[in-house]
């Protein structure tokens, strides 16, 4: 291949995009916004991926699962062991609980 060739095909390669799915309908920003800060979620997880999730939390037990209460963009408010904990912790910060599917 020519000098030109190869100069060409570098600059074909280089416009090359890559396609993206469609933007999100909320940003973070947005999605903590929601309800006023008002709106939090349950989420039911297992021991590992709460240990990822709260590192500074120490002595979780192993092979159960544990309820995290977040906010509405994610952000980790507490880990409990059961859900009445979660719901308990919710209203005694007068947060309201969405439904996530």
């Known amino acids: 291949m020519n000098e030109n060739k190869m100069n060409e095909s570098k600059k074909l390669s280089r416009k ?3 396609k993206r799915g469609p933007p999100p309908l909320m940003s973070d ?3 903590a916004a929601l309800g ?5 979620y349950i989420k ?3 021991s590992d991926e709460a240990k990822r999730m709260y590192p500074a939390v120490d002595g979780v037990p192993t092979g159960i699962n ?8 994610g952000t980790p408010i507490a880990l409990t062991d059961t859900l009445q904990a979660a719901i308990g912790h919710a209203m005694g910060d007068e947060l309201e609980i969405a439904s996530v599917h």
Request: proline share 0%; glycine share 10%.
């Open 16 to 18: 090359r995009t890559v």
């Open 29 to 31: 920003h947005d999605l």
């Open 36 to 40: 006023g800060g008002r709106i939090a």
């Open 44 to 46: 039911v997880m297992s």
């Open 66 to 73: 544990l309820y995290a209460l977040q906010a509405a963009d």
